[in-house]
């Protein structure tokens, strides 16, 4: 499975980006999706995550409310909607996948796509 992570930029404090994953090599259908991100000087951390139909998410507590996870299957892409970001989501951020069908939220991940730059200023 491949994966490449999008949409990542430069937003002030207050503002929204989407960041897309598209996938291929496997049906996106059978994978599980989750969204982390790493900042300088950090560990990688969860942020959200999506069971294969899209009907079950779950995020961290610093995002809930605010971020949203969701997926197209037909067009083989996972989101992650961010509103009202804060300098403290400023981060590289990784979306991953594995071949289960029900939320991933504390096992690791099989695949994993490039990051994507995410800086909050404020």
């Known amino acids: 499975v491949q994966l490449q992570a999008s949409g990542g930029g430069l937003v002030q404090a207050g503002g929204s980006l989407r960041l897309s994953c598209a996938a291929s090599?496997?049906?996106?259908?059978?994978?599980?999706v989750g969204w982390f991100r790493q900042a300088p000087g950090k560990e990688r951390e969860f942020v959200a995550a999506?069971?294969?139909?899209?009907?079950?998410?779950y995020y961290a507590n610093s995002v809930k409310g605010r971020f949203t996870i969701s997926r197209d299957n037909a067009k083989n892409t996972a989101y992650l909607q961010m509103n009202n970001l804060k300098p403290e989501d400023t981060a590289v951020y990784f979306c991953?996948?594995?071949?289960?069908?029900?939320?991933?939220?504390?096992?690791?991940?099989?695949?994993w796509g490039q990051g994507t730059q995410v800086t909050v200023s404020s």
């Open positions: 991953a996948a594995d071949n289960r069908l029900g939320l991933v939220v504390n096992t690791p991940y099989t695949y």
């Open positions: 090599g496997r049906t996106f259908s059978n994978l599980a």
């Open positions: 999506i069971n294969w139909s899209g009907g079950v998410s």
